[in-house]
């Protein structure tokens, strides 16, 4: 047993303690004596696991290839701030990674909270997923490990090279932590106390934040690595499935706080969107479904979903038997008419969670596929065609929900006049895009409307900002899905250059070969082969607008492409060498030339929706 493994026994061992400190019964006065020390049990657990975690990043910065799970995601070559990102690249680290959330998250309710039944079904939920992470060992011995080896190898296989990019840095610990905050929603929604949801408020919107900004740089690293900013792999899918139900989770708790008429769906839309973030983890790590998110996962963490499912079913039961408790307590909403606030609300949330349960259903069946070795795969498709028609309308709400009650007719008369005009003129020349621009152009004026009036409204200026803020989330939605319908315009070719200094125009650019390059890095096995061109982007016959470095290599026998991205104000301009290159005998060379509108619009919704939350995260929260 090595010092890692020690100080993941230790671990566990004081949360168990620890764990039964909180379990106070009259018939255990021995382990009664030991209450006061429960802080301190949990402290010394969430001190132990840490250490784990912070060896396991130095045997990486230090190349300790004797621990197998440093032999299998670094190399010697790979770069300080790769070795640290690795340690969470694979399942073994991630799930160490995210347990430690849990474990902290666990520690600091403890601190907290002098009591509460949430302390203990979080504590519990950390151990579990610690027992799972024992079992997978991330501090195994390489020799161990392998037994066909009898010397510790003086150097690693490498990490996969789609996974060199600062990007890594930030998108998995941004799902893994937004999950974990996600586990305080879960514990108190089951538990359900007067106050559940004022303590979960504040966990609830850090991890939709965090989880938000982990999805969209993954969407940049895809962008960057797949050519695409968006790629229905069962990944992205589970995590963005994840963050629409937290989504419609606290839509139902604004409703909730402000009139106690969503006292069964708010709880049990809590409790439902951490069951299916341990379901996405499972997806993500398991390697059991095809994806090109599967850097050399195992597979072998079936019991990680025998745990998702015992939750689904304890989470079921709990929803049942509050439903039969709470049928005649549910307060009726006071209706207004159609198209009052509740009906408003309750649509949302159920259009998120459709949404969500589109995802998951796809998400299922190929995993149920994939288990029963079928072969067959689902379609892209399915996702497209089932979440178009829910978020044309989704966002024809939203657009409704700016206004006050009495000019939301008025309002759907406008977007209904929006949608005429865009469809009788044929704008986009495609009668699904133009629906689509109707309806977003409608909520976009609906969240500038609504956001100017807090504007110049007589409140305090932080009320003012508190009061917009939801509605920069709406508007930065309505946005970000311009910026997505404006990215289906791109125009794409390959482009063969005859000579240096040769332009080709590709849509409002012109694209200029200036060098080629064939370096040899060095003699490591994990990058054998590198060729490079150098390109000038221009504008329309101007002033050169940028120069950069297109890749392709052959590392580790994959042949990796790094474009060179040009991030226009409009539009950008992607160029992706494809390595065919010679200047003798003849002078050949070819590249893949991209320019994609909207792509500015994408990231610059995206940031608005975020920046929404903060005035609510910073504010003062109000006490039931």
Known sequence: MNLGEIFLYLSFLSGLLTLLLLWESPRLDYINTLIPYRKWSMRISATFLSLAVALLAYYFLVSDFSINYVYSYSSLDLAPIYKLSAVWTGEEGSMLFFTLGLLLIAAYMLEKYESGAERPIILALALLLLLLTIMLGPFATTLHSHPEMTDIPTDGLGLNPLLVNIWMVFHPPGIFIGYALMSVVFASAAVHAPDWE???????????????????????????????????????????????????????????????????????????????????????????????????????????LYMVVALFVISIGIMINRGMKNRKK????????????????????????????????????????????????ISIELFNDWSYPLTVLL?????????????????????????????????????????????????????????????????????RLRSASPHLVHLGIAIMLMGVLMSTYYTGETVYFRSFNEKKMVGDFEIELVDLAFPAQHDHYTATLTKIGTYNIHRKNRSIVATGDASFAEEGGEYITRPFIYNGLLSDVRITYQGIGT??????????????????????????????????????????
């Open 330 to 377: 549910q307060k009726s909403s006071d209706s207004e008419g159609l198209l009052s606030d509740s009906n408003l609300f309750l649509l949302t949330t159920v259009l998120f969670l459709m949404l969500s349960a589109v995802l998951f259903t796809g998400l299922s069946y190929s995993l149920i596929l994939d288990i029963f070795g079928s072969g067959m795969a």
């Open 198 to 304: 004022l303590k979960s408020r504040e966990f609830a919107r850090w991890a939709w934040l965090i989880l938000g900004a982990g999805i969209v740089s993954g969407c940049i690293w895809s962008y960057e690595v797949w050519e695409s900013y968006w790629i229905w792999d069962p990944a992205f899918t589970s995590s963005l499935m994840v963050w629409l139900m937290l989504t419609a989770y606290l839509h139902t708790a604004i409703r909730f706080r402000k009139s106690w008429d969503m006292n069964l769906l708010s709880p049990s839309t809590g409790i439902m969107s951490f069951v299916i973030a341990m379901y996405s983890i499972y997806i993500i790590r398991s390697g059991t479904i095809q994806s090109v998110h599967s850097f050399g996962e195992t597979g072998k963490n079936m019991l990680l």
């Open 583 to 624: 200047t003798t005998p003849i002078f050949i060379s070819f590249a893949n030339i991209k320019v994609v509108p909207g792509m500015s619009v994408i990231w610059g919704g995206c940031i608005l929706i975020l920046v929404g939350m903060l005035p609510g995260l910073f504010g003062r929260t109000k006490k039931l």
């Open 395 to 463: 966002l024809v709400i939203m657009g409704l929900c700016m206004f006050r009650a009495s000019y939301r007719r008025l309002a759907f008369v406008l977007g209904a006049i929006l949608l005429l005009v865009f469809t009788g003129l044929d704008v986009t020349n495609d009668k699904y895009d133009n629906i689509s621009v109707a309806v977003i152009v409608f909520a976009t004026l609906s969240g500038l409307y609504r956001i100017s009036r807090a504007a110049v409204s007589k409140a305090p200026n932080w009320a």
